[in-house]
C-alpha cells in the first residue's frame, strides 16, 4: 500500500485548508466523493459537507475518493482494504460511510468503493460489524432507486441542517443494545431520510410499478429538505488544492435553483423556490476568497440572473481580481455585465441557447430569442470576451431536422459577425449534447432519443461548421446520455445492471447489450435473475411514461406538483412558453 499512502501525503501537503476540523469527536465518519480526487476537490457541495462533519464535535471525519488507475491496480494485488485520505484508516474501521453523489454516472463507483473496501456491496448482506453506508448529494435528490440496494440509509435534501440532526440522533443510537436494522429504522425519524427497506415496489407484467408497499410509520413519502436563508450558510471554498479541477479559483456559490423554469432542467425545479445570497453576503465571501485567489468562480444554475451581478463582478475586478460566472442567459446580460467581464481579461465566457430555432426554444421554455442571443454576443465581444462558449442539445421532444440546422444557422450567424479576420472574438466553442430526460423536470415522461439518429444529428453539426475557422463542436457520447438516462429514470431493478458491469470490470455497455439481449428471448437467459426482476434497459431510456403511472422517484416530495409539470409538459408539445417564478406572487407550482 506504499502508492496510496505517498500520494495521501503529497496531496494533504498541497492543500490549503481554511477552515479549522475537530479531531476529538467520537464518531469516525468517512465522506467518500465517488470519483477521481482532482474531481471530487472541486465539488463545492462536497466541501460544504466536509466542513459541515468535521466541525461537529461529535466527529472525527476524513475523505476518500476512487482510486487513481494506477492505485485501483495496486488495491487489485493487495489483501488489505481501500484507506481514507488523512489518516490512511481503512474503510471498514469507520462507524458511517457517507457518499457524496452529484451525478448518476458516479453510482457504479459506489460499488468499486465498497468492494475496494471489503465492505459487502449489497446492503442486506451487511452484519452489524460492517459501518453504516449513507448517501446524499443532489443525484439521491432526483432519484435514489438506482443505487437503493446498496445504500442502508439516504439523507434527501440539502445538508445545513438535516445532517447536524442527523447526527444527534446517530450519536444516541450508535451504542443502544440495537441491531442494525433497529438502529436505522430509529435513524429514518430524521426528516428527509429514506430508508429503502420500508419501501417494496410492485409491479405489472409489463414492468411498470403498480404500488409501493410501505411498513414505516407515518405517510409513505419522503420530504426533501430545503433551507430558506441561504446567507445563513455560505458555501464557498475550504480546502484549497492545485490539483482539483479549477484548482486555481476559490468558488462562491451565488445561488441555488433559478427562475426560468426551463423544461429539461432538473436544478430548476429540485432546488425551487430559487433563492438568491444577498450582495452583502457575495461581497463578505468574495472579499475572503480573494484573499487565497486571484479568480473567483462564481457559482450558480444561471448567473446573469444573480441580484447585483454586474456590481459583484466590477467589486472584484476593482479589488484586482477577475470574476469568473458560470453560464449566462443571454437575454439578461447587460452591457455593464459584459464590460466587467471583459475588463478582467476573462479568455470566455459561456451563454446557453440549448436551442437553434425559435420553435425549439418556445418547447424547452427558454425565453430567448435569435435577436437577444446575438445582442448578447456583440455585448460580450464589444467588452473584450474573446471567446464564447455555447451549449446547445439534440434530441429533444418533436425536434425535426431543420431544428438541428438552425444551430449552425445560429453559430454561422455569430461566426460572420464576428469571428471574420481582424474581429475580436478568438473563436466559437460549441458544447452539444444529447436531451437525457430528468425526474422532477416537465419532460420527465419523454424518452430519450434512439442512439443512431442523435449520431446523425452530431455528424450534420460537425459537417456544416467544420470547414469554418475558429468554431470548434464539442459532441458527448450518445452512449454515455443513454447510460445517464438509464439511472435518471430507472428504478430498483437498474441496480442489477450496476452490479453487473462492477464485475465485469466497468464495463456498461455489454451488459446493456446483454440485457436487451435477453428481454428478446426468455427470462431465464439473465443469469440469476427471477422472472419479473428486471425488463430490458430501453423500458426505462426509450420509453414514454404514461401519464398516470407511478414514477420510481414519486415518493419524494419536492413540493412541486406533480400536476404542474404535467401542464408544463403539455405545454412544450403546444410549444407555449411560461413567464418565469415569481415567488412573491405566484404559487402554481406550489413550491412557495
Same mark, same amino acid.
Given at each position: 500500500?506504499?502508492?496510496?499512502?505517498?500520494?495521501?501525503?503529497?496531496?494533504?501537503?498541497?492543500?490549503?485548508?481554511?477552515?479549522?476540523?475537530?479531531?476529538?469527536?467520537?464518531?469516525?465518519?468517512?465522506?467518500?466523493?465517488?470519483?477521481?480526487?482532482?474531481?471530487?476537490?472541486?465539488?463545492?457541495?462536497?466541501?460544504?459537507?466536509?466542513?459541515?462533519?468535521?466541525?461537529?464535535?461529535?466527529?472525527?471525519?476524513?475523505?476518500?475518493?476512487?482510486?487513481?488507475?494506477?492505485?485501483?491496480?495496486?488495491?487489485?494485488?493487495?489483501?488489505?482494504?481501500?484507506?481514507?485520505?488523512?489518516?490512511?484508516?481503512?474503510?471498514?474501521?469507520?462507524?458511517?460511510?457517507?457518499?457524496?453523489?452529484?451525478?448518476?454516472?458516479?453510482?457504479?463507483?459506489?460499488?468499486?468503493?465498497?468492494?475496494?473496501?471489503?465492505?459487502?456491496?449489497?446492503?442486506?448482506?451487511?452484519?452489524?460489524?460492517?459501518?453504516?453506508?449513507?448517501?446524499?448529494?443532489?443525484?439521491?435528490?432526483?432519484?435514489?432507486?438506482?443505487?437503493?440496494?446498496?445504500?442502508?440509509?439516504?439523507?434527501?435534501?440539502?445538508?445545513?441542517?438535516?445532517?447536524?440532526?442527523?447526527?444527534?440522533?446517530?450519536?444516541?443510537?450508535?451504542?443502544?443494545?440495537?441491531?442494525?436494522?433497529?438502529?436505522?429504522?430509529?435513524?429514518?425519524?430524521?426528516?428527509?431520510?429514506?430508508?429503502?427497506?420500508?419501501?417494496?415496489?410492485?409491479?405489472?407484467?409489463?414492468?411498470?410499478?403498480?404500488?409501493?408497499?410501505?411498513?414505516?410509520?407515518?405517510?409513505?413519502?419522503?420530504? %426533501?429538505? #430545503?433551507?430558506?436563508? /441561504?446567507? +445563513?450558510?455560505?458555501?464557498? =471554498?475550504?480546502?484549497?488544492? $492545485? @490539483? !482539483?479541477?479549477?484548482?486555481?479559483?476559490?468558488?462562491?456559490?451565488?445561488?441555488?435553483?433559478?427562475?426560468?423554469?426551463?423544461?429539461?432542467?432538473?436544478?430548476?425545479?429540485?432546488?425551487?423556490?430559487?433563492?438568491?445570497?444577498?450582495?452583502?453576503?457575495?461581497?463578505?465571501?468574495?472579499?475572503?476568497?480573494?484573499?487565497?485567489?486571484?479568480?473567483?468562480?462564481?457559482?450558480?444554475?444561471?448567473?446573469?440572473?444573480?441580484?447585483?451581478?454586474?456590481?459583484?463582478?466590477?467589486?472584484?475586478?476593482?479589488?484586482?481580481?477577475?470574476?469568473?460566472?458560470?453560464?449566462?442567459?443571454?437575454?439578461?446580460?447587460? %452591457?455593464? #455585465?459584459?464590460?466587467? /467581464?471583459? +475588463?478582467?481579461?476573462?479568455? =470566455?465566457?459561456?451563454?446557453? $441557447? @440549448? !436551442?437553434?430555432?425559435?420553435?425549439?426554444?418556445?418547447?424547452?421554455?427558454?425565453?430567448?430569442?435569435?435577436?437577444?442571443?446575438?445582442?448578447?454576443?456583440?455585448?460580450?465581444?464589444?467588452?473584450?470576451?474573446?471567446?464564447?462558449?455555447?451549449?446547445?442539445?439534440?434530441?429533444?421532444?418533436?425536434?425535426?431536422?431543420?431544428?438541428?440546422?438552425?444551430?449552425?444557422?445560429?453559430?454561422?450567424?455569430?461566426?460572420?459577425?464576428?469571428?471574420?479576420?481582424?474581429?475580436?472574438?478568438?473563436?466559437?466553442?460549441?458544447?452539444?449534447?444529447?436531451?437525457?430526460?430528468?425526474?422532477?423536470?416537465?419532460?420527465?415522461?419523454?424518452?430519450?432519443?434512439?442512439?443512431?439518429?442523435?449520431?446523425?444529428?452530431?455528424?450534420?453539426?460537425?459537417?456544416?461548421?467544420?470547414?469554418?475557422?475558429?468554431?470548434?463542436?464539442?459532441?458527448?457520447?450518445?452512449?454515455?446520455?443513454?447510460?445517464?438516462?438509464?439511472?435518471?429514470?430507472?428504478?430498483?431493478?437498474?441496480?442489477?445492471?450496476?452490479?453487473?458491469?462492477?464485475?465485469?470490470?466497468?464495463?456498461?455497455w455489454s451488459i446493456v447489450q446483454r440485457f436487451r439481449r435477453a428481454a428478446k428471448g426468455p427470462r431465464s437467459k439473465v443469469q440469476g435473475l427471477k422472472s419479473g426482476e428486471w425488463v430490458s434497459p430501453d423500458f426505462f431510456v426509450h420509453r414514454?411514461?404514461?401519464?398516470?403511472?407511478?414514477?420510481?422517484?414519486?415518493?419524494i416530495d419536492h413540493s412541486v406538483s406533480k400536476q404542474y409539470l404535467w401542464v408544463e409538459w403539455r405545454k412544450a408539445l403546444l410549444e407555449r412558453q411560461t413567464p418565469p417564478c415569481d415567488v412573491t406572487t405566484c404559487h402554481k407550482c406550489e413550491?412557495?
Amino acid at each position: 500500500m506504499w502508492l496510496t499512502t505517498e500520494r495521501a501525503r503529497q496531496r494533504l501537503a498541497k492543500e490549503k485548508r481554511l477552515f479549522a476540523s475537530n479531531s476529538e469527536g467520537e464518531i469516525p465518519v468517512c465522506l467518500i466523493y465517488p470519483n477521481r480526487y482532482p474531481v471530487g476537490m472541486a465539488n463545492l457541495g462536497f466541501q460544504a459537507v466536509y466542513r459541515i462533519l468535521s466541525q461537529d464535535q461529535r466527529c472525527r471525519c476524513e475523505r476518500a475518493f476512487l482510486p487513481d488507475p494506477d492505485e485501483a491496480e495496486a488495491l487489485g494485488r493487495a489483501t488489505a482494504p481501500l484507506t481514507s485520505l488523512e489518516s490512511q484508516r481503512p474503510l471498514p474501521d469507520f462507524e458511517l460511510l457517507a457518499f457524496s453523489l452529484s451525478f448518476e454516472t458516479d453510482y457504479i463507483h459506489i460499488l468499486d468503493i465498497l468492494a475496494a473496501a471489503h465492505v459487502p456491496l449489497l446492503a442486506r448482506d451487511r452484519e452489524d460489524q460492517h459501518p453504516l453506508v449513507i448517501a446524499g448529494g443532489p443525484a439521491t435528490f432526483l432519484n435514489p432507486e438506482p443505487v437503493a440496494d446498496f445504500i442502508d440509509l439516504f439523507l434527501i435534501g440539502e445538508g445545513e441542517e438535516m445532517l447536524p440532526e442527523f447526527l444527534e440522533l446517530y450519536a444516541a443510537v450508535r451504542t443502544a443494545t440495537l441491531s442494525r436494522a433497529e438502529k436505522l429504522q430509529k435513524l429514518s425519524a430524521v426528516a428527509g431520510a429514506y430508508l429503502p427497506t420500508l419501501f417494496e415496489p410492485q409491479y405489472d407484467e409489463e414492468g411498470r410499478i403498480v404500488r409501493v408497499d410501505y411498513s414505516g410509520d407515518g405517510q409513505p413519502h419522503v420530504k %426533501r429538505r #430545503l433551507i430558506k436563508n /441561504l446567507d +445563513a450558510y455560505p458555501t464557498t =471554498s475550504q480546502i484549497l488544492t $492545485p @490539483e !482539483a479541477v479549477f484548482g486555481d479559483m476559490y468558488l462562491v456559490e451565488a445561488s441555488r435553483g433559478c427562475e426560468w423554469g426551463c423544461r429539461f432542467c432538473a436544478a430548476g425545479f429540485m432546488y425551487r423556490p430559487v433563492r438568491y445570497r444577498s450582495f452583502a453576503s457575495l461581497k463578505q465571501s468574495v472579499t475572503e476568497g480573494l484573499k487565497e485567489r486571484s479568480t473567483i468562480g462564481l457559482v450558480g444554475a444561471e448567473m446573469a440572473s444573480q441580484p447585483g451581478i454586474a456590481a459583484i463582478c466590477d467589486f472584484i475586478g476593482q479589488a484586482g481580481g477577475r470574476a469568473s460566472p458560470s453560464s449566462l442567459k443571454a437575454d439578461v446580460i447587460t %452591457r455593464d #455585465l459584459a464590460d466587467a /467581464l471583459g +475588463a478582467q481579461k476573462n479568455r =470566455s465566457v459561456t451563454i446557453a $441557447p @440549448e !436551442a437553434g430555432s425559435e420553435r425549439m426554444r418556445r418547447v424547452i421554455n427558454k425565453n430567448l430569442t435569435e435577436p437577444e442571443i446575438l445582442r448578447a454576443a456583440e455585448w460580450l465581444v464589444g467588452g473584450g470576451v474573446p471567446s464564447l462558449k455555447m451549449y446547445f442539445m439534440v434530441g429533444v421532444p418533436t425536434e425535426q431536422r431543420e431544428d438541428v440546422e438552425a444551430i449552425a444557422d445560429l453559430t454561422i450567424k455569430i461566426h460572420e459577425k464576428f469571428c471574420r479576420k481582424g474581429a475580436k472574438v478568438g473563436g466559437l466553442t460549441l458544447s452539444v449534447n444529447a436531451f437525457s430526460p430528468k425526474p422532477w423536470t416537465p419532460l420527465q415522461w419523454e424518452p430519450m432519443e434512439e442512439i443512431a439518429p442523435l449520431r446523425d444529428k452530431f455528424a450534420l453539426l460537425k459537417k456544416r461548421l467544420g470547414r469554418f475557422p475558429r468554431v470548434t463542436v464539442d459532441t458527448e457520447s450518445p452512449r454515455e446520455a443513454y447510460y445517464q438516462t438509464l439511472l435518471s429514470r430507472g428504478d430498483r431493478r437498474t441496480g442489477q445492471i450496476l452490479l453487473e458491469a462492477h464485475r465485469h470490470g466497468g464495463d456498461w455497455w455489454s451488459i446493456v447489450q446483454r440485457f436487451r439481449r435477453a428481454a428478446k428471448g426468455p427470462r431465464s437467459k439473465v443469469q440469476g435473475l427471477k422472472s419479473g426482476e428486471w425488463v430490458s434497459p430501453d423500458f426505462f431510456v426509450h420509453r414514454r411514461y404514461d401519464r398516470q403511472e407511478i414514477l420510481p422517484w414519486d415518493f419524494i416530495d419536492h413540493s412541486v406538483s406533480k400536476q404542474y409539470l404535467w401542464v408544463e409538459w403539455r405545454k412544450a408539445l403546444l410549444e407555449r412558453q411560461t413567464p418565469p417564478c415569481d415567488v412573491t406572487t405566484c404559487h402554481k407550482c406550489e413550491a412557495c
